[in-house]
């Protein structure tokens, strides 16, 4: 792939990844207009991550502490005669319950589903598909009663609940899995800034796996398996990084002013493009 092609699709990671849009499913598209292989497509997709998660832990920073040490104070917690959780313990906990089915399922997919289901899976009828489906969930859930809950009144079995559907977007390009945590907060009854912020905190992990994941298998690339080298992951984590980080900016700025309804917008649009036979399919 040349500079410019692994540049557009860095900056669609970074663009997308955090918005409840679908960054795979855009990845997706990009690869297969620049005729990617799918493994390279999966590389890139995977090392990008590292950008994007990066920008996160910028953004939420003293989130991302808190958390940490709230870590700290989990595993000391069984020594100690006093209980009772602080805030970041408690953020911790929510964190690492969110995590565990959607890394199975992830798991899963990548090594023992067959390939001709793989590529069934990823076709583009499935990214409209699942593009517009889980735009009218996002929409549903954002305008249906009332939602004022904060972090702060979060369960473990909420936090269980958010995380698990991260598993869907593990299996269906175009779920996005920003989206649908999103989504299952907000049906929830927690507020919009609120369901953002804690969706992608509980993204952390996975990203980092799936970066790692990414990053070394560019370092075993041996030209035979990927055309991609370790520098072309670098370009894309650094672009992914910047364009990552004003991406969640503007979503957290749009959430505190209006609702979800310009990223159903687009999900609408985007899905019947793809639907109604776009130039572009011809392409793809």
């Not at 832990?57 to 009772?84: C, N, Q, S």
């Not at 990548?110 to 489906?133: C, N, Q, W």
Request: hydrophobic share 55%.
């Amino acid at each position: 792939m040349s500079l410019l092609q692994l540049a557009i699709i860095a900056l669609l990671q970074g663009t997308t990844e955090w918005l409840p849009i679908s960054s795979s499913g855009h990845i997706l598209l990009a690869a297969d207009l620049f005729q990617a292989s799918p493994r390279d497509e999966l590389l890139i997709n995977a090392v990008s991550n590292l950008g994007t998660l990066l920008a996160m832990l910028i953004y939420f920073r003293k989130d991302v502490m808190l958390a940490i040490g709230g870590g700290f104070e989990l595993v000391a917690k069984p020594f100690t005669e006093d209980k009772t959780l602080s805030h970041g313990a408690r953020l911790a906990a929510c964190i690492l319950v969110a995590t565990p089915l959607a890394v199975l399922i992830a798991a899963v997919y990548e090594h023992f589903l067959p390939e001709s289901l793989l590529k069934d899976m990823r076709s583009i009828y499935v990214v409209a598909g699942t593009t517009i489906f889980f735009g009218i969930l996002l929409w549903w859930a954002d305008v249906a009663g009332p939602r004022n809950r904060k972090e702060e009144d979060m369960t473990l079995w909420h936090a269980f609940l958010i995380g698990a559907t991260q598993a869907i977007a593990a299996l269906l390009p175009g779920t996005s899995r920003s989206g649908i945590t999103m989504t299952a907060a907000r049906a929830l009854g927690y507020e919009r800034t609120e369901a953002a912020r804690f969706s992608m905190l509980i993204g952390a992990p996975i990203l980092a796996a799936a970066g790692l994941y990414g990053a070394l298998g560019l370092m075993q690339a041996d030209g035979s398996t990927s055309a991609l080298t370790l520098q072309d992951g670098l370009i894309v984590t650094g672009i992914s990084f910047i364009t990552g980080l004003a991406s969640i900016w503007a979503l957290m700025a749009i959430l505190k002013r209006m609702s979800f309804l310009p990223f159903v917008l687009y999900r609408f649009a985007l899905g019947a493009v793809l639907l109604l036979g776009s130039p572009l399919v011809g392409l793809f």
